[in-house]
Antibody
Framework: QLQLQESGSGLVKPSQILSLTCNVSGGSISGGGYSWNWIRQTPGKGLEWIGN???????YYNPSFKSRLTISLDMAKNQFSLKLTSVTAADTALYYC??????????WGQGILVTVSS | DIQMTQSPTTLSASVGDRVTITCRAS??????LAWYQQKPGKAPKLLIFDASSLQRGVPPRFSGSGFGTEFTLTISRLQADDFATYYCHQYNSFSSFGPGTKIEI
């Protein structure tokens, strides 16, 4: 059974970098046919797709984040990562990683709460 | 970008009821729509993809229909385990989600 687990800093200062990693177990991220996604959830904006990466390294970013976002893949560690720069309080959210199977998200991590505060 | 709306926002129902949730897209997404169930403290769970295909392991009381801009999720006979929030998700152009419909007693 595929499992995804988010990790990273739960507290980030405004203007700094939010960094998260998603560790994938029970399957390889190097196989084709899937995308590896970041999604966040807030009470105000609901579920918001942030972006994804494919095994080829091709990335697709939500235009709302494009200038601040980097998603990368580490096949040796079977994990993928998110970096979001210049964060503000509006980036406070529950962040999920998820696998996309031809786009619907069929496996999700449990989520990690990230708070942006000084 | 494609905006998704859902109705109703909240739905009061009882065990055994047939319930229907509607999702509308701001432009045609053909059949590229999924439905998820989310319970408090948990990640969303995929129920339906490609508008009407049932995800493996999901009970057949869940069904989806629609094409273009209007879609529905139907639960034929509501069970106690189905009280949750439901989200639609379009993946025709990037991804975006509806605001959710909460089914409560």
């Amino acid at each position: 059974q595929l499992q995804l687990q988010e990790s990273g800093s739960g507290l980030v200062k405004p203007s700094q970098i939010l960094s998260l990693t998603c560790n994938v177990s029970g399957g390889s991220i190097s196989g084709g046919g899937y995308s590896w996604n970041w999604i966040r959830q807030t009470p105000g904006k609901g579920l918001e797709w942030i972006g994804n990466i494919h095994h080829s390294g091709t990335t697709y970013y939500n235009p709302s984040f494009k200038s601040r976002l980097t998603i990368s893949l580490d096949m040796a560690k079977n994990q993928f990562s998110l970096k979001l720069t210049s964060v503000t309080a509006a980036d406070t959210a529950l962040y999920y990683c998820a696998r996309g199977k031809e786009n619907p998200f069929d496996f999700w991590g449990q989520g990690i709460l990230v708070t942006v505060s000084s | 970008d494609i905006q998704m709306t859902q109705s109703p926002t909240t739905l009061s129902a009882s065990v055994g009821d047939r319930v229907t949730i509607t999702c509308r897209a701001s432009q045609s997404i053909t059949r590229w729509l999924a439905w998820y169930q989310q319970k408090p403290g948990k990640a969303p769970k995929l129920l339906i993809f490609d508008a009407s295909s049932l995800q493996r392991g999901v009970p057949p009381r869940f069904s989806g229909s629609g094409f273009g801009t209007e879609f529905t999720l139907t639960i034929s006979r509501l069970q106690a385990d189905d009280f949750a929030t439901y989200y639609c998700h379009q993946y025709n152009s990037f991804s975006s989600f509806g605001p959710g419909t909460k089914i409560e007693i």
